[in-house]
């Protein structure tokens, strides 16, 4: 498989991601609200800024040294050591090529080597079953279901 590495996302980074994204309608539990998503840098900016809080950790995958996936490590809590996972894709077209799993593995060892967590929460829209199956596939397991939601969770291998 083609070099796929995990960096922090800089505001030139996110640009890059966004300019080429596509969104997902499998993101949208309601299909109706999905609208295309159309890039502006004030919009790529604001997105930037607005992650940049206390407790968040933003990455971009890289394949080849561009942007193929956004990781968001979140509600970072050193005391009970424990995080919660999320990414996507930059778009439908690198679907099915295994890029998706590859980041999660390269995002859960950063999670419990780096960040030194124990746990480590995801969560799938019920109808994102791409998204549901990677997570089973790199080890989280099913742990419940709310508000359109199916919750999993993996812990820091022995």
Known sequence: MED????????????QFFRNHQ???AMYEDESQYQPYVYTEEAADRFFEEKQVPGRLELVALKDGLPIGHVQLKHIDP???ECEFGWHMQNDTLNGRGYGTRI????LAYAFETL????????????????QHVLEKVGFRFVGETDGMKCYRISRPL
Do not use: Q, W, Y
């Open 116 to 131: 030194d967590v124990d746990t480590v929460t995801a969560f799938a829209i019920c109808r994102n079953t791409r998204s």
């Open 4 to 15: 796929i590495s995990l960096c922090p996302m800089t505001r030139e980074l996110c640009h």
């Open 79 to 81: 005391e009970n050591r």
């Open 104 to 107: 999660a593995c390269l995002a």
């Open 23 to 25: 969104s997902d309608p």
